[in-house]
């Protein structure tokens, strides 16, 4: 009995070691499997995104410009400044005031000139114009004014015009040399402060020279004079001038040799120097 109790022991022993051995060949066969599967291949990465192009911002329109303010729109000006009152001194508060005084203009220095001597000498022309003799010869030229001014651009100038020269004596009857000289008033304007003009009306004066020596003269002409100057090389009391003038007389007693009522003319121009 004990026999047969044995052998089925060792039965089941075996069939169990069996199954065990079984089971464990079957697993060992199944990870063989899984350890030989081809790797998966790899994704695909998605593409990426590509990027939208930003447009251009678009072209700054300059804005118009604003219209000029009017007189109306305009701030009204500053008050002016203040000083402290009487017997408080600079105190907090006061001194120049709020707004600093509005500033002024420097005055210009003035070019009137009250008093000016004037005097000059140069080249002319002494011309004749009666019934029987008309004739011109030329000579110097000199004169003389004294100047008073009234404004920047009026003087009133007291001027001796003159010129001197030699004639023939074949047309003046002996007579070898006359000298007309005006003495008139009158006013003077600048055009600029550098250019002026005058007029004036006076007495002219006729003198005779013969050729022995003998003299004549008449100084009962009614005479004119006209004048234009540039100013140049101006100091503060110094200046000269280029002046051309030009005089005409009448005289009621005639010339040696002449008819009554002569007309004489004399033309100049002229270096001055003026003192001022």
């Given at each position: 009995m004990k026999a047969i109790g044995t052998n089925r022991m060792l039965r089941r022993v075996f069939v169990v070691a069996t199954a065990a051995l079984a089971v464990t060949g079957v697993h060992t066969a199944a990870l063989a499997?899984?350890?030989?599967?081809?790797?998966?291949?790899?994704?695909?990465s998605a593409p990426a995104p590509t990027a939208i192009p930003t447009p251009p911002p678009p072209p700054a329109v300059e804005a118009a410009p604003a219209p000029p303010a009017t007189e109306a729109e305009l701030p009204p000006p500053p008050p002016p400044g203040y000083g402290?009152?009487?017997?408080?001194?600079?105190?907090?508060?006061?001194?120049?005031?709020?707004?600093?005084?509005?500033?002024?203009?420097t005055p210009m220095p003035s070019d009137r000139r009250v008093f000016m001597l004037s005097a000059g000498l140069g080249v002319g022309m002494l011309s004749l114009s009666a019934a029987d003799i008309k004739a011109h010869d030329a000579g110097l030229s000199y004169a003389l004014h004294l100047s008073f001014g009234i404004t920047?651009?009026?003087m009133v100038v007291a001027a001796i015009d003159g010129t001197w020269a030699q004639v023939s004596r074949a047309d003046f009857n002996g007579y070898t040399s006359f000298a007309?000289?005006?003495?008139?008033?009158?006013?003077?304007?600048?055009?600029m402060p550098w250019l002026y003009s005058?007029?004036?009306?006076?007495?002219?004066?006729?003198?005779?020279v013969a050729e022995f020596g003998d003299s004549?003269?008449?100084?009962?002409?009614?005479?004119a004079a006209f004048g234009v100057g540039a100013e140049f090389m101006r100091t503060r009391s110094a200046s000269f001038t280029a002046e051309a003038a030009a005089t005409?007389?009448?005289?009621?007693?005639?010339?040696?040799?002449?008819?009554?009522?002569?007309?004489?003319?004399?033309?100049?121009?002229?270096?001055m120097l003026n003192l001022f």
């Open positions: 499997q899984q350890g030989q599967a081809p790797a998966a291949p790899p994704e695909a402290p009152p009487p017997g408080y001194g600079h105190h907090h508060g006061y001194g120049r005031g709020y707004y600093p005084p509005p500033p002024y203009a920047p651009r009026w007309q000289t005006t003495y008139t008033v009158g006013p003077q304007y600048y055009i005058r007029l004036g009306i006076g007495l002219g004066c006729l003198q005779g004549w003269s008449d100084c009962q002409g009614q005479a005409v007389a009448r005289y009621p007693e005639a010339a040696p040799g002449t008819d009554r009522n002569d007309i004489w003319y004399t033309l100049g121009l002229n270096l």
